[in-house]
Each structure stands twice: as C-alpha cells, then as structure tokens.
C-alpha cells in the first residue's frame, strides 16, 4: 500500500480515536476544533484553485452555501421518508448524513462547472469579478426562494456533524488535492499557474485544468457547507456573503499560496484568532485587513512559505 493511503489510513483511525473520546473533551473546544476542520477544508479546496492553478477566485463562499442548502434540503425534506418518524438507526442516519454531503458537494461541483466554462477562459481581476458575481448572485438566490426559507434561512437541520465526520473529510481532502497535483496529471495545473502561455503552446489544454480545479475545489466547498449546515443547524444567506469568502483568501494568501500544510496552519490561526479577540470582535475584520497589508509587504510569497521557488517544488 502506497505511502499515501498509509497516512489517509492512520488520519482515518485518529479521527475515530478523536471521536471515541470526544465526551471528554470540554464542548467550547470541540465546536472550535469542528470550525477549524470545516475550514480547513475550504482553505485547502481553494488552494487548488488559487494556489496550484495560479487563477483568482473569490467565490468560494458561494460553493459553501449551495453544498450548505442543498445537503439541508436532503436531510430536512428527503431522509424522514427513508428514516421513518423514530429517525431510523445511527448506522441509517450516517447511510443518510454521507449521502446528503455527497448530494451537496455533487450541486456544488455543477455550480463550479457552469460558472468556470464560460469564465475560466478570463484571467486575474475578471475572473475575480465573476466569482465574486457568482457568489452574490447565489446568496440572492437563496435570499428569495421560499421553499428554502428565503431571509429567515433553514432551520431544524438534523445535528449529524460530529468530530469524527469533520476530521475524516478533512483527511480525504488534503489526500485526494495532495495526490492530484503530485501526480502525472497534476503536474498540468503546476504548468498552468506556471506560465499558462507556454503550457498552452506545448499542447496542454489549460483552460481544461483550470475547469478541473475549480470543479474539485467547488465540490469540497460543497462538502464543508454541508458539514457547516448540520453543525449549526440553521443556515441563512448572509453568512455567505462576500465577507465569508475573503476570509477563505485570507487563510490561503496567509499560509502561501500552493503550499497545503501552510494553508492549514492559516486555517488553524484564523478559526483561533475570532476566539481569542472576542472582547474586541468588532474589529476582527479590520485586523484581518491590517493582517494582508503587513503579509503582502513583509511575506507576498506567504507567511509559511519556507523555500522560495516553482509551486511545483514548494508545494508540499
């Protein structure tokens, strides 16, 4: 068994460990380290697409909240025909919980597909504004059907999310982005973000690779809002809104771009620092800006990028 499936394998059996101890564990801090792992998934998802594939996307909140509505929607209004009015068994409800995540991740990777075919082709500031376009648009979307609550948003969502769900998708998603740009394959979207001309030139098609990362990266955005919606069992609109995606950049400009465990430890800093500036939590978003400020002039390439170099080497 390869090296790789050796470390998902041990992720794996730590998450359970982590699981079948967690009454243990005081519950403020098991919701913090729920919020970490959810967004070290988003972080990571994004990295590929603004890390690896060298675009810039700023509508990854957008992702989160069709996995976020739509994985509600399954659980709320498809699994009690299935679960019956007990709620079925704890072996039923996690058959139910893996195919409501699934079913949100799946609705956000076609949202990716139809926003990166005919945006993908743009570049730096464009498709920034069309993502950002996208994102607005899904939040308005959302804010007025009924059917899914409109303003007042979903609530009642089934409290599935558990410590064990969070680390394990966490586990798969570092595998599966990690295995895809260290493979033969992969090492097309390092050429893209590399020099996307040259790479075009020598027959890749780069606009194909850019489509795949924004895909896979939707798709586990999907996955981290469906985790999110059966965490906090109720879910609106506006905690989606362009606020929530910058946050999402931040962790991955803070961590470095194209490097995965950098991208983690950002992720990690950035759930903590909310908790512990809450006696000053209205000023959060400015030290957030004050934070790329200083980066981007003392650290462009990252605050945990430790080799300077090609994303191909960097990328760990």
Not at 62 to 91: H, N, Q, R
Not at 114 to 135: E, H, I, M, N, Q
Not at 191 to 214: P, Q, W
Request: overall charge positive.
């Amino acid at each position: 068994m390869p090296k790789p499936h050796l470390a998902l394998l041990a992720a794996l059996l730590a998450a359970f460990g982590i699981s079948y101890f967690s009454d243990r564990i005081d519950p403020y801090h098991l919701d913090v380290l729920i919020g970490i792992g959810i967004n070290i998934i988003l972080a990571v998802s994004l990295n590929l697409v603004n890390g690896y594939t060298g675009q810039f996307s700023l509508g990854h909140a957008g992702f989160m909240s069709v996995g976020a509505y739509f994985a509600a929607a399954v659980s709320l209004f498809l699994a009690p025909k299935f679960l019956g009015d007990t709620g079925g068994t704890p072996v039923q409800q996690a058959f139910a919980f893996m195919a409501a995540l699934l079913a949100g991740g799946t609705c956000a990777a076609l949202a990716g597909l139809l926003v990166g075919v005919p945006s993908l082709r743009l570049k730096g500031d464009y498709l920034a504004l069309v993502t950002l376009g996208f994102g607005e648009i899904i939040r308005v979307i959302f804010q007025n059907v009924e059917f899914l609550g409109g303003a007042l948003g979903l609530n009642g969502i089934p409290a599935y999310t558990s410590i064990f769900w969070v680390l394990a998708f966490v586990a798969f998603t570092v595998f599966i982005v990690l295995c895809l740009v260290h493979s033969t394959y992969g090492r097309g979207f390092l050429a893209t973000h590399d020099d996307e001309v040259a790479s075009a030139a020598v027959g890749l098609n780069t606009t194909r690779y850019k489509i795949v990362a924004f895909v896979i990266g939707a798709f586990f955005a999907g996955i981290a809002g469906g985790l999110y919606g059966h965490f906090k069992l109720t879910i609106t609109p506006t905690g989606f809104d362009f606020t929530k995606s910058i946050e999402i950049v931040v962790m991955v400009i803070l961590g470095g771009m194209g490097n995965t465990v950098g991208v983690i430890l950002a992720a990690v800093i950035l759930t903590l620092l909310p908790e512990l500036l809450r006696p000053i939590a209205e000023y959060r978003m400015i030290i957030y800006s004050l934070l790329l400020i200083i980066l981007m002039l003392v650290r462009p390439q990252g605050l945990f990028t430790w080799k300077r170099g090609k994303l191909s080497k960097a990328g760990n």
